[in-house]
């Protein structure tokens, strides 16, 4: 069993950046894949990024190759989302979530364990 809970959203304007966290606690969090997704107003829920469970491989949408980068400390059970030149269209519910292997990083059926999601909103 892993508790995920997700911090740092809040309101930005276009161009601005936040840094969301994704604090775990429970079984070991290096044993765990782990993935940013979000869901919009009236949208579904899609992938954001993805980083394997020593850090060392990273997966991103399309929509934030380059402006988002994910990060994990194994040694404080944390993962990290730095979001830069932040979008209207990146306004959305922030949740983190976590997979034991296999798993495929861009799947949300794949991961086990969801945070309850940090708003992130985004203004002109």
């Known amino acids: 069993q892993v508790q995920l809970v997700e911090s740092g959203g809040g309101l930005v304007q276009a161009g601005g950046s936040l840094t969301l966290s994704c604090a775990a606690s429970?079984?070991?969090?290096?044993?765990?894949?782990m993935g940013w997704f979000r869901r919009a107003p009236g949208k579904e829920r899609e992938f954001v990024a993805a980083?394997?469970?020593?850090?060392?491989?990273?997966y991103y949408a399309d929509s934030v190759k380059g402006r988002f980068t994910i990060s994990r400390d194994n040694g404080k059970s944390t993962m990290y989302l730095q979001m830069n030149s932040l979008k209207l269209e990146d306004t959305a519910v922030y949740y983190c979530?976590?997979?034991?292997?296999?798993?495929?990083?861009?799947?949300?059926?794949?991961?086990?364990?969801w945070g309850q999601g940090t708003q992130v909103t985004v203004s002109s």
């Open positions: 979530a976590a997979a034991s292997a296999p798993y495929r990083p861009t799947m949300s059926g794949d991961y086990r364990y």
């Open positions: 980083i394997s469970r020593t850090g060392g491989n990273q």
């Open positions: 429970g079984r070991s969090f290096s044993n765990y894949g």
